[in-house]
Structure formats: C-alpha cells, structure tokens
C-alpha cells in the first residue's frame, strides 16, 4: 500500500502551482496525497475529510498565507487524531498560539538558502512521533516542497 499523506495548504495564489506540483511529483513516485475534498469557510470537517486525515500515515502543513477557517480545522482535527504533523510555515505567517506551539512548525524565509531550510526540516522530522517510513516520506515531500517553492521564486525573479 503507497504512504498516504495529507495536505493541509494555506497558500496565496502564486504559491498554489507549487503545492499542486508537489502532489503530481509525490504521485508519480507512489504516494498517495490527499487534501480536503470541499473547503469552505465552515470549521467542521466532513466525515470523508475527517476519515481521509485518519487514513493518512501522516499530515502535512504547508503554510505560507494565514490559515482560514478549514484549515484550521484539518490541523486540529489531525492533533486530536493524534497523526504525526509537520508544518512549514513561512516565516511572519501566524498561527494561533495553541497551534504554534504544538505544532512545532518549521519557519523558512523566501529567498532562504535551500540546505538553511533542509537543515531544520530533517531535525524536526527526527523528533517526530511517527515509523521510520513515515519520517523519511515526509522529510522527502517537505525538502521537494521547499525547492519547489525556491524554483518558483527564482522563475518569478527571472521574469
């Protein structure tokens, strides 16, 4: 059976390509990525999302605008079915203080050095309560992410 992961995005548009990206390219190398199959300003989950986060090996946070509503809900939801979470969360981006501190998210900068970025991306991914299969995917999905999202700084930069 391939590694499921669900993905928590709270992403502004321009970063939205490279979070699509990232589940085309953990696809085509066998994993099964999932995200919320309706988002809506409403903070309840559906029970297909709720059994999807259940179902999943782990949970994945990619923060890089504030979390609305159902976002929120998702990383909550995932902390109280007590899946492993790892959240990259761009730096300045808040997250609720309960959320912040529990979630033990990784903080990048745009423009950052990729290697400063994967550095704290692998500890964190050390700590986590999760199988080793479990910690290498996401420590994989996560340091594709970042370059994905350098790449698509550096396209913009060239334009």
Avoid: C, N, Y
């Avoid at 029970?47 to 998702?74: F, M, N």
């Amino acid at each position: 059976m391939a590694f499921a992961l669900f993905l928590v995005p709270s992403v502004g548009p321009a970063d939205r390509a490279a979070v699509w990206q990232l589940q085309l390219l953990a696809d085509a190398h066998g994993f099964a990525v999932r995200t919320s199959s309706a988002r809506t300003a409403l903070t309840s989950l559906s029970a297909a999302d709720q059994a999807a986060i259940r179902q999943s090996d782990a949970v994945l946070a990619i923060v890089t605008a504030p979390p609305g509503a159902h976002a929120l809900a998702e990383i909550r939801f995932t902390r109280r079915a007590h899946k492993p979470v790892l959240a990259l969360v761009e730096q300045g981006v808040g997250l609720p203080p309960e959320l912040a501190s529990s979630l033990r998210a990784v903080a990048f900068t745009r423009g950052e050095d990729i290697s400063r970025v994967a550095s704290p991306i692998m500890e964190r991914v050390r700590t986590m309560e999760a199988s080793k299969e479990a910690r290498t995917a996401v420590a994989w999905l996560l340091v594709v992410g970042v370059a994905l999202f350098t790449l698509g700084l550096l396209a913009k930069s060239t334009d």
